[in-house]
């Protein structure tokens, strides 16, 4: 990520990653002036832990502050952690990675407003999260059909019933999600899911497996998914889904280009005025 | 974590985890205690990257360092962190978690010799950690059957063809695993997988499904795993399956014990003679 960062970013970081406290600062310095460009445009945003969890520690204290910056400014922050475990190391996961936390050296740390996370362990890896989510007012997008081609390999498999793998991830995902507490006031549930803009077939289906997830829609944009594309994984009233684009966004420049962040700006704007066309 | 800590370790380190350097000093220093306990006594620890996430940047730093202190005890590590995701943040991860690594803030890290990650995304998410580990000649294990009761919802369903969707994963895992330059010399790929201790009757099949996989075995001691369930992890010859267990050991002992290493040895000692026993 550092190599594709703007000029007038990396130029004011000594050059090349043998700090990681260097390559840390300058991931921080750029996310902040994306997150600037886009603040007015988007409600929410999603950053990546392993951009900067490549930089170790000093890394990971970044990535934490780009997410205290977003919330600073007003946005919904989804942290895109992906992680996925059982019993207590799911709960340790929550708290480090979602909860509102923070200790007298790091300084107080809201947390994302909702993570990522992977359910292959099955419902006892995502419940630790769920509870730590329901006492913090947060919410979780588990993983039920991914935008990239090797997803189908094992998501599209079928079942001896006839639904696939990612329908049965469906089907589990609702079940958890409908528990006592976990619906919020507009009748959708803490317990969201991921499912790819580049799957419009399945993205039908499931929306009607899981009327009360949000939808974290991944894949639009660089990846290929269009805006008629993702109309599926909302509900009837346009409501359920939160469409992401990453590369096509934040790389949305000339590395040379002093003024990159209008070009962020303009992708952002684009990309919005798709959606909603496709969703009117 | 912090409050399982034995007294004379816990009482070095300020009382309370206010702090996250205190309580990630803390984690160190019982981490490299209990592996100077087991180093004798056993080839290969498994550190849980959770624990130390819950405490944030300090809290990873310590991981990063306890891996290190037990690559210089002669032990093998697998950093057990089950990342997944897609393309280039896979990479970034496999960077991150598993590459020997460093800059010159952070000084030169070993890396784990592998890292456990999670195959639910596809092989297009599991391909660049597998080119990191070949490039470090390092290993990884794909989770295919964990050890939770929960995991059975997911893992344990049938697909039309009758075979479960861990039987899926591992022809995934064997097929991926086979790839040129992920052979070793004694015939197994730097491509291995989870099989938990609890589920017997699956192992059997997958090991058929998974000869060339090195199994990583939880699930052993704490979540009820017999030495005698194990046994069908292991190829015929004896070989190919690394039991693990974690609560039953770190924890083996009396919080206000001044000696509670000699508990620890212990537990690892009877381990080892159970699983020698069951395997001979």
Same mark, same amino acid.
């Given at each position: ?53 490549? %930089? +170790? ?9 780009? =997410?205290? $910056?977003?919330? @600073?400014? &007003? #946005? ?43 359910? %292959? +362990? ?9 509870? =730590?989510? $329901?006492?913090? @007012?947060? &919410? #979780? ?140």
């Amino acid at each position: 990520m550092f190599e594709r960062l703007p000029d007038s970013v990396a130029g004011k970081h000594a050059g090349s990653p043998t700090s990681a406290a260097v390559a840390a600062d300058a991931l921080y310095d750029f996310s902040v002036r994306v997150l600037r460009a886009v603040a007015d445009h988007v409600p929410c945003v999603k950053p990546q832990s392993a951009c900067f969890e490549r %930089y +170790l520690w000093p890394g990971v204290e970044a990535y934490h502050k780009v =997410v205290r $910056a977003a919330k @600073e400014m &007003g #946005l919904l922050v989804i942290g895109d952690a992906k992680r996925g475990d059982i019993g207590l190391s799911s709960r340790h996961y929550a708290h480090g990675c979602l909860a509102s936390t923070g200790f007298e050296d790091t300084g107080d740390l809201p947390g994302p407003d909702a993570l990522t996370v992977n359910a %292959y +362990l099955g419902m006892d890896g995502i419940e630790p999260f769920a509870e =730590v989510a $329901a006492e913090q @007012e947060k &919410g #979780l997008f588990a993983l039920v059909r991914t935008s990239n081609p090797g997803g189908d390999a094992l998501q599209s498999l079928t079942l001896g019933d006839g639904i696939s793998v990612a329908e049965a991830v469906a089907k589990l995902i609702a079940q958890a999600g409908s528990a006592a507490g976990y619906i919020g006031r507009e009748g959708y549930s803490l317990l969201g899911a991921v499912v790819g803009a580049t799957k419009p077939r399945d993205a039908q289906r499931l929306r009607e497996l899981m009327p009360q997830q949000v939808f974290l829609v991944p894949g639009f944009g660089a990846q290929g998914g269009s805006a008629e594309d993702v109309r599926a994984c909302f509900n009837a009233d346009g409501q359920g889904a939160i469409v992401t684009a990453s590369r096509s966004i934040i790389y949305a420049f000339d590395r040379d280009d002093p003024d990159w962040e209008s070009s962020v700006s303009r992708a952002a704007v684009e990309m919005k005025e798709q959606v909603n066309a496709a969703v009117a």
